[in-house]
């Protein structure tokens, strides 16, 4: 990957990490609150666990994706968060602006995702040590 390409991973991880926890911390907690962001998922069918997993999701995986700690897993699991979402807006129909959301935004979020997991963390990312068993 050449400097431009790898700031360009770069550029959509933490752009995506930034979204995500902004989503989560804003959209879900504050706006909605978690009670209501609960209830909403009950409306659907899904558990309240369901509810409390993908708000913790998106808040630590953005950081994870800002931070560029396993990028690649990260991703893919935000992915299929956002795929979720997709199904959960599918029948507000296609602009995310219709009442009740649409799903064009957590498709795009989705395909973002799938991107980045092919792409992996470009440039400018924690490094943490290796975790592997010592062996004796």
């Known amino acids: 990957m050449n400097t431009t390409e790898a700031y360009g991973a770069t550029l959509l991880r933490v752009s995506l990490g930034t979204i ?3 989503h989560s911390a804003y959209l879900k907690v504050i706006v909605f609150t978690v009670p209501g962001t609960v209830a909403f998922f009950e409306s659907l069918g899904l558990p309240a666990i369901a509810a ?6 998106e808040m630590v995986g953005g ?8 990028v690649r897993e990260t991703a893919l699991v935000l ?7 997709t199904w959960a807006h599918w029948g507000a129909g296609w602009v995310f602006n219709n009442e ?6 957590p498709l795009f979020l989705a395909i973002s995702c799938a991107v980045q997991a092919l792409l992996g963390p470009g440039e400018l990312r924690v490094s ?3 975790l592997r068993p010592q062996h004796a």
């Open 128 to 130: 943490l040590p290796a």
């Open 100 to 105: 009740g959301g649409g799903w064009e935004y």
């Open 52 to 57: 409390y997993g993908v708000i913790i999701a």
């Open 79 to 85: 992915g299929m968060v956002a795929l979720g979402a």
């Open 63 to 70: 950081a994870m994706l800002i931070l560029g700690i396993r």
């Open 20 to 22: 995500f926890v902004a």
